[in-house]
């Protein structure tokens, strides 16, 4: 069946901009996550949505991050004012409950 | 706040030798996950390990889990090139966030 899809694979923004970064998960799957990978940092959890529950927003680096998800479908992460140090790639999961996470291939986020 | 400490942090193995790589971590977690990633690509789901005691096997990798040592091994058995990924291990905090390792980087020389 269809994985976990993110688009766009790339974007290139400029310092200052706002982006939006898009993660469908697989269908059925009530758990969706978004981590971020950078060299510097590793791989870290930003935010979790689990079914009709209030997202677990306590791995947002500020308050220029937010992620809504819709229909407790898809999923978009909003970020505000980009910074030279949101240069990562977004990488978003999903899952049943309590279950193996299933990664999507990522969106590269540049910002110059 | 869970912590996890992967070792070593990079592997460079002959084709045929066994090798371990470990996974520490700091607090109590009931399971564990191990991911594979190659290059430019996304995580692909390895093991889950669900209880102490765990172990998985699929083909010349085996993983292991000791949540009293808060421990877990992945085993390399007689190592092929196709090996060559980084392995991430990722206890999961409160739920199911995944808390990963820095990664350890395999390469398999022929």
């Known amino acids: 069946g269809a994985g976990v899809s993110q688009s766009p694979s790339n974007k290139v923004t400029e310092k200052g901009k706002d982006v939006e970064l898009r993660c469908d998960p697989i269908?059925?799957?009530?758990?969706l996550y978004w981590y971020r990978q950078s060299l510097g940092q590793g791989l870290e959890f930003l935010i979790y949505?689990?079914?009709?529950?209030?997202?677990?927003k306590s791995g947002l680096p500020s308050d220029r991050f937010s992620a809504e998800r819709t229909g407790g479908s898809v999923s978009t992460l909003t970020i505000q004012r980009t910074q030279q140090e949101d240069s990562a790639v977004y990488l978003c999961?999903?899952?049943?409950?309590?279950?193996?996470?299933?990664f999507g291939p990522g969106t590269r986020l540049t910002v110059l | 706040e869970l912590k996890v400490e992967q070792n070593p942090l990079f592997l460079s193995m002959q084709e045929g030798k066994n090798y371990t790589i470990y996974c520490n971590y700091s607090?109590?977690?009931?399971?564990l996950y191990w991911y594979r990633q190659d290059p430019g690509k996304s995580l692909e789901s390895l093991f889950v390990?669900?209880?102490?005691?765990a172990v998985k096997q699929e083909g010349r990798l085996m993983a292991s889990l000791d949540t009293k040592a808060r421990l877990s091994t992945l085993h390399i058995t007689a190592a092929v090139h196709d090996l060559s990924a980084t392995y991430f291990c990722?206890?999961?905090?409160?739920?199911?966030?995944?808390?990963f390792g820095a990664g350890t980087i395999l390469r398999v020389k022929s």
């Open positions: 607090t109590t977690s009931d399971r």
């Open positions: 269908s059925g799957h009530t758990a």
């Open positions: 390990l669900l209880s102490n005691g």
């Open positions: 949505f689990q079914g009709n529950s209030a997202p677990d």
């Open positions: 999961a999903s899952s049943l409950p309590w279950d193996t996470q299933y």
């Open positions: 990722a206890p999961p905090e409160y739920g199911n966030k995944l808390v």
